[in-house]
C-alpha cells in the first residue's frame, strides 16, 4: 500500500525566499507524481507532473525533482511571493494503487510580505 | 482553457436523504474519478471509471455510492442515504492518459 508524507506540514517564510518541500512515498514503482495547489476551500490545481522516466519537470519559478529510487520528490519554488501562500500536495500514482493518485497530507505554506 | 466543471459548489442535506453531485469532465478526456477530502485531513480516492464502467473503488465506496454517466458529457455520484461522516469535499477529476484534472469540488454538509 502506498503511503504518502509531506514534510514540513508547514512553512513561513518572508517574500522572496526559495521554497523547498519534501515528498515522500513508499512504493518506488510509481508511474508518475503529481503536484498540486490548494487554496483554501477550493480544488486542486495541476502545478507540475513528472513521469517516472523523468528526473526533474519544470515550469516557470517551479522546479520538481524526483528520485524513484529513495521514494523522494521535492518541490523548489524560486522567489516566493504572497501568491504563492497556499497548501502543496504531492501525489505519486503507482501499479500497486491502481490507475488512482495517493496523496500526502500538504504542506502550508504562508509567504509574508 | 479546457476545466472540470462540478455542480453545486455547496450542498446542505439531512441525515438520510440522497444527494447527487454533478460533474463535466473536459471533453476529450476518458478517465473519470472521485475524491473526496475531510475537512483536516488528506485527498482520498473513492472511485474511478473508464470505459462506462467501475474500473476502481476503495473500502469508502460502499453500497450507499454509485456512479453514472448518464450521457456524453456528465460524470455524477450518488449518495443514496446521506450519514453524518459523509460532510466533506467532494472533488470530480478527469485525465485523458496520464495528468488529472481536478474540478473546484462540491462542500457536501449532512446536518
Known amino acids: 500500500k502506498q503511503e504518502v508524507t509531506q514534510i514540513p506540514a508547514a512553512l513561513s517564510v518572508p517574500e522572496g525566499e526559495n521554497l523547498v518541500l519534501n515528498c515522500s512515498f513508499t512504493?518506488?514503482?510509481?508511474?508518475?507524481l503529481q503536484w498540486f495547489r490548494q487554496d483554501p476551500g477550493k480544488g486542486l490545481t495541476s502545478l507540475l507532473l513528472?513521469?517516472?522516466?523523468?528526473r526533474e519537470q519544470t515550469s516557470g519559478r517551479l522546479n520538481a525533482s524526483l528520485d524513484k529510487s529513495s521514494g523522494r520528490s521535492t518541490l523548489y519554488i524560486a522567489a516566493s511571493q504572497p501568491g504563492d501562500s497556499a497548501t502543496y500536495l504531492c501525489?505519486?500514482?503507482?501499479?500497486?494503487?491502481?490507475?488512482?493518485?495517493?496523496f500526502g497530507g500538504g504542506t502550508r505554506v504562508l509567504v509574508k510580505p | 482553457e479546457p476545466e472540470v466543471t462540478q455542480t453545486p459548489s455547496h450542498q446542505v442535506t439531512q441525515m438520510g436523504q440522497e444527494v447527487i453531485l454533478r460533474c463535466v469532465p473536459i471533453?476529450?478526456?476518458?478517465?473519470f474519478y472521485w475524491y473526496r477530502q475531510i475537512l483536516g485531513q488528506k485527498v482520498e480516492f473513492l472511485v474511478s471509471?473508464?470505459?462506462?464502467?467501475?474500473?476502481?473503488k476503495s473500502e469508502i465506496f460502499d453500497d450507499q455510492f454509485s456512479v453514472e454517466r448518464p450521457d456524453g458529457s456528465n460524470f455524477t455520484l450518488k449518495i443514496r442515504s446521506t450519514k453524518l461522516e459523509d460532510s466533506a469535499m467532494y472533488f470530480c477529476?478527469?485525465?485523458?492518459?496520464?495528468?488529472?484534472?481536478f474540478g473546484q469540488g462540491t462542500r457536501l454538509t449532512v446536518v
Open positions: 471509471f473508464y470505459n462506462n464502467e467501475i474500473s476502481e
Open positions: 513528472i513521469q517516472s522516466s523523468q
Open positions: 477529476a478527469s485525465s485523458e492518459e496520464v495528468e488529472a484534472f
Open positions: 512504493d518506488s514503482a510509481i508511474y508518475n
Open positions: 471533453s476529450n478526456h476518458l478517465y
Open positions: 501525489a505519486p500514482q503507482s501499479p500497486a494503487a491502481g490507475n488512482k493518485l495517493t
